[in-house]
């Protein structure tokens, strides 16, 4: 999963100096617990305790974040902080440092040191408060909106299936196919296997399959100008213009398909229908359009 960790959001520590002391670390413990690190190069201990630290940061899932101070090349702030030696460790909360230590420490003290800098904090991010938010984002078709939310997700939870299969949708919505293939392909059986993350990729099979459909969007046309009855090419047609984004146009193709006969091919345009319709989600203003419209074919 580390590859796709850093695909969906980046956890490592960040570096802090002068310029963002104040946005880091006092305006950020504002909401989330931050952990100082204060190190040097040179240091031995350092290099022990660094790698300690960011695992058990990571494993706390954004109840809290971390960022390390080169003392070397911030000794106002080290001197503020009456640093006298590294590794020096702060946790602050609320703008104020409320508990630390120095040397390096085992893992089991440093877990503890987390955990109770973790809780004073509160339970952490609202996840799933984030993924309703991200969803709804993602169901206007607001892409990059909906990107940043699911990002922030997997900086809360790196292993997240429904903040990573979030970014590969909004991918998908993008136009970054490429990009959401190469997400999928890195995922192991227990993530692929995971229902958010089940959706995501037949969303991606079907954005796939429609971009093939794309060169024979002029000879569908064309074809269903010439013979409305044509029903293969309306297919086509349907699946050529959902490849360039004409959701509305394409679900309409598959409407007219069924009004005409909706046992073709086995229910071809209704299976195909109903698929656009998981992928692009329920509250999706053409999903309710076409919803609407096929009940009533359906049931008329």
Same mark, same amino acid.
């Given at each position: 999963?580390?590859?796709?960790?850093?695909?969906?959001?980046?956890?490592?520590?960040?570096?802090?100096?002068?310029?963002?002391?104040?946005?880091?670390?006092?305006?950020?413990?504002?909401?989330?617990?931050?952990?100082?690190?204060?190190?040097?190069?040179?240091?031995?201990?350092?290099?022990?305790?660094?790698?300690?630290?960011?695992?058990?940061?990571?494993?706390?899932?954004?109840?809290?974040?971390?960022?390390?101070?080169?003392?070397?090349?911030?000794?106002?702030?080290?001197?503020?902080?009456?640093?006298?030696?590294?590794?020096?460790?702060?946790?602050?909360?609320?703008?104020?440092?409320?508990?630390?230590?120095?040397?390096?420490?085992?893992?089991?003290?440093?877990?503890?040191?987390?955990?109770?800098?973790? +809780?004073? =904090? !509160?339970?952490?991010?609202?996840? %799933? &408060?984030?993924?309703?938010?991200?969803?709804? @984002?993602?169901?206007? /078709? #607001?892409?990059?909106?909906?990107?940043?939310?699911?990002?922030?997700?997997?900086?809360?939870?790196?292993?997240?299936?429904?903040?990573?299969?979030?970014?590969?949708?909004?991918?998908?919505?993008?136009?970054?196919?490429?990009?959401?293939?190469?997400?999928?392909?890195?995922?192991?059986?227990?993530?692929?296997?995971?229902?958010?993350?089940?959706?995501?990729?037949?969303?991606?099979?079907?954005?796939?399959?429609?971009?093939? +459909?794309? =060169? !024979?969007?002029?000879?569908?046309? %064309? &074809?269903?100008?010439?013979?409305?009855?044509? @029903?293969?090419?309306? /297919? #086509?047609?349907?699946?050529?213009?959902?490849?360039?984004?004409?959701?509305?146009?394409?679900?309409?193709?598959?409407?007219?398909?069924?009004?005409?006969?909706?046992?073709?091919?086995?229910?071809?345009?209704?299976?195909?229908?109903?698929?656009?319709?998981?992928?692009?989600?329920?509250?999706?203003?053409?999903?309710?359009?076409?919803?609407?419209?096929?009940?009533?074919?359906?049931?008329?």
């Amino acid at each position: 999963m580390e590859q796709l960790i850093v695909a969906g959001a980046d956890t490592a520590p960040i570096d802090v100096d002068m310029k963002n002391f104040m946005a880091e670390v006092i305006d950020g413990s504002a909401t989330v617990p931050i952990i100082v690190q204060f190190w040097a190069p040179w240091c031995g201990p350092c290099k022990q305790l660094g790698p300690i630290l960011e695992k058990t940061v990571a494993a706390a899932k954004g109840k809290v974040k971390m960022v390390r101070i080169n003392i070397d090349e911030n000794q106002q702030i080290a001197q503020q902080m009456r640093v006298q030696s590294v590794p020096t460790v702060y946790g602050f909360f609320n703008g104020q440092p409320v508990d630390g230590f120095a040397g390096a420490q085992p893992e089991s003290t440093v877990k503890q040191f987390i955990d109770k800098l973790a +809780a004073t =904090g !509160g339970s952490g991010p609202d996840i %799933a &408060a984030m993924i309703e938010t991200a969803s709804k @984002l993602f169901e206007t /078709q #607001d892409y990059d909106a909906a990107m940043a939310q699911y990002q922030e997700i997997m900086a809360a939870d790196p292993e997240s299936p429904d903040g990573l299969a979030g970014m590969i949708r909004c991918m998908v919505g993008m136009k970054d196919i490429d990009g959401a293939r190469e997400i999928v392909d890195q995922l192991d059986e227990d993530f692929r296997n995971k229902p958010s993350m089940v959706i995501a990729i037949e969303t991606l099979e079907l954005a796939e399959k429609a971009a093939g +459909a794309v =060169g !024979g969007l002029a000879e569908a046309k %064309a &074809a269903v100008d010439a013979n409305p009855n044509d @029903l293969a090419a309306r /297919q #086509d047609l349907a699946m050529a213009l959902f490849a360039v984004g004409e959701q509305a146009a394409s679900m309409n193709q598959l409407l007219e398909s069924i009004r005409i006969d909706r046992s073709w091919n086995d229910e071809a345009a209704r299976t195909q229908l109903l698929e656009f319709f998981k992928t692009l989600g329920p509250a999706n203003p053409d999903v309710m359009t076409a919803r609407r419209q096929l009940s009533t074919i359906l049931f008329a």
